[in-house]
């Protein structure tokens, strides 16, 4: 088993913002000398003066020992030029996102520090292929990629080039480890793992928008209290910065040369032109400005509990809507089901949804009163469901389905009738993207599943969360999305097929 850096070892971190601060303090609180260095004057000494007050802060909290946080304050050096780290054993830069920034960089510090020093470039985007191409020995260069804020966050990513060498990365994994961080192996593509996997998340709830399903705040709630999601995406959009998060997507709908599952959209393109950059700009999707409201999410109205409920088969769906009911103490009759469906009452079907619309489903099955019901992280906890009709389906039988939901606890949100709802399309692409990801070759699942969990903080990761809801059903989904738009976007993971035709599950 490789071992990691020795905490006798000298780290560099080269750029003192947020991210080069956050580094520099995970690696001396670990216990090495940390030398950070800036090429603005006094930027490092400044972050330094700050990273000591945070670490002063977690031993006040019980956080850290009053020695350990001492000796962590004291591994902090901020340092005037490059040639002051000719004694490193490991070059992190976090500089500006700029490929020959950073390649001139590691070529400069190639004539500066020691052979076995190793260089770890904090890029989230960037080839590190790319990056080390331009240096005599590429071999010693891998993607060291903290998430921020640093400190917090428990995921790095150990990016390989083409040239890097394993006992490199399998050095910066074991040290990342020490650190306390989970480190998860990756190759160097588009993305890597997290900015790859993570696109769906954004671009469907943009689909979801522009397509007039929900505002952006029914959207968010949605996702957050049936999907289990910490922030909705327009919320999290707005947290990143429209011109990072829409400059991501862009990288990566580029460097697949316009693969459509990464298309980006002109409502976040209008949202940039506008200046509307999110939190850091007073506006995006949301309005941050002084005396501003967040607008509420669409909740249905209270509608009479109806008579008559029939919940139909045993899954997860129909056992947590007849959990709830029971605790309500509302009445219900149970039956098998031959077609799919969770429940019925006063000729309203409920479904959980395939992809299909509503209405297509309706025509396909012949009852007029179809409603659909949106997938749950847990049917038996969710707070909110989204829902959707038929063009056919009755005023009547439409109060009714809501009527239940209401009764078993839920807020419900109705959306337009668009296929595939919110979070069941979301999670169906999220869990797609991972599958292609470890298809090609650029992680495992394991990896794929805890990079979502702590980069992004999913509540469970998306190869996982297929395995939950079934593969067969997330084909089905998938397949029924391509068929309902025409598009290439929705196409089948390969791997994904494979563990359907086998009966197998992604972890199994």
């Not at 891998?142 to 640093?150: E, K, M, Q, R, T």
């Not at 707070?383 to 005023?395: K, N, P, V």
């Not at 069941?424 to 650029?442: H, I, K, P, S, W």
Request: with cysteine.
């Amino acid at each position: 088993m490789t071992a990691a850096l020795p905490t006798a070892s000298t780290i560099a971190v080269i750029g003192a913002g947020a991210m080069g601060a956050g580094i520099a303090q995970v690696a001396a609180v670990a216990g090495h000398r940390v030398q950070l260095l800036d090429n603005r004057p006094g930027a490092a000494a400044d972050a330094i003066r700050s990273i000591q007050a945070q670490i002063s802060k977690l031993a006040d909290k019980g956080k850290l020992s009053p020695e350990r946080a001492a000796q962590a304050r004291s591994n902090l050096v901020a340092v005037q030029q490059l040639s002051d780290l000719a004694g490193t054993s490991l070059v992190i830069e976090a500089i500006v996102e700029n490929l020959q920034a950073k390649q001139n960089l590691y070529a400069e510090l190639e004539g500066i520090v020691g052979e076995n020093c190793i260089f770890g470039t904090n890029t989230s985007s960037i080839s590190v292929t790319a990056i080390g191409a331009a240096l005599k020995r590429p071999q010693r260069l891998a993607g060291l990629h903290f998430f921020n804020p640093a400190p917090v966050m428990a995921l790095v990513e150990i990016v390989s080039g083409l040239a890097t060498d394993p006992a490199v990365a399998a050095t910066l994994f074991a040290t990342a480890t020490a650190w306390g961080k989970t480190a998860v192996h990756a190759k160097s593509t588009p993305g890597f793992i997290v900015n790859r996997v993570a696109r769906p998340y954004y671009g469907e709830a943009l689909r979801l928008l522009t397509e007039g399903a929900a505002d952006c705040a029914t959207i968010d709630a949605v996702m957050r209290e049936a999907g289990g999601f910490r922030m909705g995406p327009f919320e999290l959009m707005d947290m990143i910065g429209h011109d990072v998060n829409y400059a991501v997507t862009c990288s990566v709908w580029n460097a697949f040369y316009n693969d459509p599952r990464f298309l980006p959209s002109l409502v976040q393109k209008e949202l940039l032109d506008a200046g509307f950059l999110g939190k850091k700009s007073g506006r995006g999707f949301y309005d941050y400005r002084e005396g501003a409201s967040k607008p509420a999410a669409q909740t249905e109205g209270p509608r009479a509990i109806p008579t008559g409920i029939t919940l139909c088969g045993d899954s997860a769906a129909a056992q947590a809507l007849a959990q709830r009911l029971t605790q309500a103490t509302i009445p219900f009759d149970t039956a098998p089901t031959a077609d799919g469906r969770i429940a019925q009452v006063n000729g309203a079907v409920l479904f959980v949804t395939d992809g299909r619309s509503a209405t297509q489903r309706a025509a396909d099955s012949g009852l007029a009163n179809v409603v659909l019901v949106d997938l749950a992280l847990d049917y038996a906890t969710a707070t909110r469901l989204a829902m959707t009709c038929a063009a056919q389906c009755s005023d009547g039988a439409a109060d009714a389905a809501i009527g239940l939901l209401q009764a078993a606890g839920l807020q419900v949100s109705r959306l337009a009738d668009i296929p595939g709802l919110a979070v069941m399309r979301t999670v169906a692409m999220l869990a797609n993207e991972a599958a292609d990801a470890v298809y090609q070759g650029v992680c495992s699942a394991t990896a794929a599943d805890a990079a979502m969990r702590l980069g992004v903080n999913y509540p469970k990761g998306p190869l996982a969360w297929a395995d939950a809801v079934g593969l067969p059903t997330i084909r089905t989904v998938l397949t029924h999305l391509g068929a309902s738009y025409g598009e290439d976007r929705y196409r089948l993971s390969p791997l994904l097929q494979r563990h359907v035709f086998a009966g197998k599950t992604i972890h199994g």
